[in-house]
């Protein structure tokens, strides 16, 4: 006669984790919270600790020991996916600190998201398609990997733009034979900006700015030119860039702030008409440059090269240009515009369109790179604000912001007439 006996048998594919389903949401809340805090510290807020590499990772392991249980395969995976795709993006914003050698945190931080995030991704999308067939498991892949890169696409720039390593002077005034003055300015908001004034002979004087994630150091040759036209020049580093102080913000929004303290100086100067008194700008400077005009009325002229944009209004030519496509990004360009907004203090600037609307006095010589057609197009739209105040050159050959590069004799010309012109120079 047989015996039967009750054999417990192991549970395959299950975790050792006995805590009850309370406990393991607690410890998944915790983690997100231990997460979300560290990221907030160091991104919104630049608030630093040895600590928060630990946190982060203390959080990570909260959150899969408290989901790992109770969760089905398919809410795991697509959290996972997710999750990894968010780290992954914010990640890949802070990698300018690591190759700008930039805050040490944030080096060490940007990387280990990006990887971190990425295995979270392949991870989640294993976890996604677990006991399905190859059509399910090749739509999960390719699905995974659209996800990673819509949030790469919307979140990096934004992380890049508001958290900006820093940077350092290259070259000074001297290096191209220019006699220059160390100059100091504080913005209405309490930040004092550094830069340099190279005085002029015919009265006259322009701010001149540069572009993101550089310093004054990289416009001295067109400062070189416009000087030896009797331009007096004063060069201000962006906030958070250069000698500055004060948090950069690489898509210029604190353009406006920087350039009133600028042109205040001039004007204050017994060497400068204050009546003649303008801005010239690369890139981001030039966008600065449209902006700063709609509110600062001792501005009488504006030179923008490779200037596009600053906000999701600067992109509404997009579906005219590129069709569904171009519609589609005009949508995602909202959502980034979100992010951005959210992770800076600084306020929402015009829209350069409506910031040449809103200066009817002011004329406006906008230079666009011909290798590059989104500024040709760009620079049309914001042209259509006031046809008869915009000029604009197109520079066959030219790079972004490659002008003076590319032409120097007819970017010479043909700046200077236009200051000339407007600013009443030589």
């Given at each position: 006669m047989g015996i039967e006996t009750d054999v417990p048998r192991p549970r395959t594919g299950r975790s050792t984790w006995t805590a009850d389903a309370r406990a393991d949401r607690a410890a998944t809340v915790i983690g997100a919270a231990v997460v979300g805090w560290v990221l907030f510290q160091a991104i919104v807020v630049h608030?630093?600790?040895?600590?928060?590499?630990?946190?982060?990772?203390?959080?990570?392991?909260?959150?899969?020991?408290?989901?790992?249980?109770?969760?089905?395969?398919?809410?795991?995976?697509?959290?996972?996916?997710?999750?990894?795709?968010?780290?992954?993006?914010?990640?890949?914003?802070?990698?300018?600190?690591?190759?700008?050698?930039?805050?040490?945190v944030l080096a060490v931080l940007g990387p280990a998201l990006v990887i971190g995030g990425i295995a979270l991704v392949a991870?989640?999308?294993?976890?996604?398609?677990?006991?399905?067939?190859?059509?399910?498991?090749?739509?999960?892949?390719?699905?995974?990997?659209?996800?990673?890169?819509?949030?790469?696409?919307?979140?990096?720039?934004?992380?890049?733009?508001?958290?900006?390593?820093?940077s350092s002077i290259s070259s000074t005034p001297a290096d191209r034979g220019l006699a220059a003055e160390d100059v100091s300015v504080?913005?209405?908001?309490?930040?004092?900006?550094?830069?340099?004034?190279?005085?002029?002979?015919n009265g006259a004087a322009v701010v001149l700015r540069h572009g993101a994630g550089s310093t004054s150091s990289d416009v001295l040759d067109e400062a070189a030119v416009l000087n030896r036209n009797g331009f007096g020049v004063l060069l201000l580093d962006?906030?958070?860039?250069?000698?500055?102080g004060g948090r950069a913000m690489d898509f210029g929004w604190y353009g406006d702030l920087d350039i009133a303290a600028g042109t205040a100086y001039l004007a204050n100067r017994t060497d400068v008409d204050p009546g003649r008194i303008g801005v010239v700008g690369m890139s981001m400077g030039g966008e600065e440059a449209i902006g700063a005009a709609a509110a600062d009325p001792l501005i009488e002229a504006v030179v923008a090269e490779g200037a596009t944009g600053r906000t999701s209004a600067d992109k509404v030519w997009l579906s005219d240009a590129y069709g569904w496509r171009g519609a589609l990004q005009e949508q995602l360009e909202k959502v980034q515009f979100w992010?951005?907004?959210?992770?800076?203090?600084?306020?929402?600037?015009?829209?350069?369109?409506?910031a040449v609307a809103d200066a009817p006095d002011v004329p406006f010589l906008l230079i666009t790179a011909g290798d590059v057609a989104d500024e040709a197009s760009a620079a049309d739209h914001i042209a259509s604000a006031a046809p008869d105040r915009v000029d604009i050159w197109n520079v066959p050959g030219a790079s972004h912001t490659g002008g003076l590069a590319t032409d120097p004799e007819t970017w010479e010309t043909t700046v200077v007439q236009f200051l000339d012109e407007h600013l009443g120079g030589s």
């Open positions: 608030a630093f600790s040895w600590l928060q590499p630990l946190a982060l990772v203390i959080g990570i392991v909260l959150i899969a020991v408290g989901a790992r249980e109770h969760l089905g395969d398919a809410v795991r995976g697509a959290s996972a996916i997710v999750g990894g795709a968010l780290l992954a993006a914010i990640g890949v914003g802070l990698l300018p600190h690591l190759l700008d050698a930039g805050t040490f991870l989640g999308a294993r976890r996604l398609v677990a006991g399905h067939g190859w059509p399910a498991k090749l739509g999960g892949g390719l699905g995974s990997v659209v996800v990673l890169a819509l949030f790469v696409w919307l979140l990096a720039p934004p992380v890049a733009a508001t958290n900006v390593p820093d504080v913005t209405t908001d309490g930040v004092e900006l550094a830069g340099w004034y190279v005085a002029g002979t962006a906030r958070g860039h250069g000698r500055s992010f951005t907004d959210y992770l800076t203090d600084a306020s929402p600037p015009v829209a350069l369109h409506d």
